[in-house]
């Protein structure tokens, strides 16, 4: 992910939107907002000012910590709790803020001046449920948190950042943002590793058995009531006073809730359907290329303003039409782009429900293509066939869903290695015959030229392949390329 650039909100206001909204530090445009927002960061800066050489402790977050602030909310809990030594705790939470808004407070002042110890974060409820999942999927919110985290270690590495998921919301589990907001929080207990954020979660613990949000906690299904407010403290309290505790380079233990746990650090075998990324468990906060290349892809849909003629999706065997990613000289794709705008999406490693994680939460959103190239699978290779080719269908289904509007062009899986009969390629093979015998639906295409990539006996020819037999080189590209173009310009009449 590329760092984060600061801007004033003038120059946010003047720029092109060329950035993903999460990711963009601004101050809140809505009239609602412009009327007591500044006045409240001011207050804030002015209170920053007074006690923050006392502060061991700061909040920070939307409303749901402004309302610490509340008299009839979070107040007497506040003032009971974290208001003397050895918290002295600042309360930095603003009504309706996003992850572009903090990423302003945190670039003008609200960390300066002071060194705290413990850092307490819960934001994004906003970025899921202020604008539509098109408009704003659930990666683009976990950008916007790792952003936040981010800027807040750089003003003040010496604190930990514990960091909160979003607070269940909505009558029950089936509330839409609800929903997003857990395919958030999946992925971002994973920025946790213990030293320099902490992960803290206790959702369950305002919740009934069966997932419902009672009104004697949350009384309108968003903000804590008084009560939320304790359950807030009780819960934190231990992780916090662990943060001021343990010297720095020293490990704080996370706490995990049940409703995360199942399946989080499974080691049972993969499904080909059982959609997920590819994030890992923070180690050093060491920085996540995948999620980067997610970053990337992105910030060109944000960029192109809605307009991409081609998408295409899989694995490094389609990630290395990009120049210098493998170990191809191929420019093919550059001088594609000469005609079409094309988004890559292809990531090396990735298997079938790693693609579907993607295409269900980002990458298929804000624009509408005209065609959507696929091929994956051949990192699956080891699974059963029918599993393989079923992620496979439900990748399809789920494009058809995202991009109506847009044909599909499904490759079978490449072949591999250097012998017809070799263990992977039998895995393909089988998944190949599958996809040939589907009758898929009219949007649909399948198309293979294998039998340009192999030689009379079935073989991978050398001259079109990397020593492993698995990516396409220059040669490769070139054959792939002229197999494909008359499917690009039929579907972009150009």
Not at 317 to 336: A, C, K, M
Not at 385 to 412: C, M, S, W
Request: charged share 25%; hydrophobic share 40%.
């Amino acid at each position: 992910m590329k760092k984060v650039l600061f801007l004033t909100a003038a120059a946010v206001s003047a720029m092109a939107f060329a950035d993903i909204r999460a990711l963009t530090p601004q101050v809140p445009d809505s009239q609602w907002a412009k009327s007591w927002w500044q006045a409240r960061f001011d207050a804030k800066q002015k209170e920053v000012a007074e006690k923050g050489p006392k502060a061991q402790v700061v909040f920070v977050g939307d409303s749901i910590t402004h309302f610490w602030d509340d008299a009839g909310r979070g107040q007497d809990v506040r003032d009971a709790f974290f208001a003397d030594a050895p918290y002295n705790a600042l309360f930095l939470g603003f009504s309706g803020d996003r992850t572009e808004h903090v990423l302003w407070r945190i670039a003008h002042g609200e960390f300066d001046g002071y060194r705290a110890k413990a850092i307490v974060l819960m934001i994004g409820t906003n970025n899921t449920g202020h604008f539509g999942f098109a408009e704003e999927p659930p990666i683009d919110t976990i950008l916007g948190i790792k952003a936040v985290i981010d800027g807040l270690r750089a003003k003040q590495p010496q604190a930990r950042v514990v960091l909160l998921p979003i607070f269940p919301r909505g009558k029950d589990a089936n509330d839409g943002c609800r929903k997003r907001n857990d395919v958030v929080n999946r992925e971002i207990v994973k920025f946790c590793d213990g030293r320099h954020v902490v992960w803290c979660d206790f959702s369950s613990k305002f919740l009934l058995p069966d997932g419902t949000l009672p009104r004697a906690i949350m009384p309108d299904y968003l903000h804590p009531g008084a009560f939320g407010y304790r359950i807030w403290a009780a819960s934190v309290l231990p992780v916090i006073d662990a943060c001021l505790k343990t010297p720095a380079g020293g490990i704080v233990p996370n706490v995990f809730d049940a409703h995360l746990v199942p399946g989080l650090y499974s080691k049972e075998a993969v499904n080909a359907l059982d959609a997920q990324t590819r994030l890992e468990v923070s180690k050093d906060f060491k920085p996540n290329w995948w999620l980067e290349r997610i970053a990337k892809n992105r910030r060109q849909i944000a960029e192109s303003k809605g307009a991409i003629d081609l998408v295409f999706m899989g694995d490094s065997i389609t990630h290395y039409w990009d120049v210098g990613e493998g170990g191809d000289t191929s420019t093919e794709i550059e001088d594609l782009k000469k005609t079409y705008t094309i988004l890559n999406c292809g990531y090396g490693g990735d298997q079938t429900q790693h693609l579907l994680w993607r295409a269900r939460n980002g990458e298929l959103d804000g624009y509408k293509a005209k065609l959507v190239m696929l091929m994956i699978g051949t990192n699956n290779c080891g699974q059963p066939a029918d599993e393989i080719f079923a992620g496979i269908k439900e990748i399809v289904k789920t494009i058809h869903a995202k991009q109506p509007q847009a044909k599909v062009l499904l490759l079978p899986i490449f072949p591999r290695g250097d012998k017809a009969d070799n263990w992977a390629n039998k895995s393909v093979q089988a998944v190949n015959k599958l996809i040939a015998a589907e009758t898929f639906p009219d949007y649909v295409t399948v198309f293979s030229f294998a039998d340009q990539l192999v030689d009379a006996n079935g073989v991978t020819k050398p001259e079109l392949y990397d020593e492993e037999r698995l990516h396409l080189m220059d040669e490769g590209f070139k054959v792939w390329r002229k197999a494909v173009e008359p499917f690009f310009k039929q579907a972009c009449g150009k």
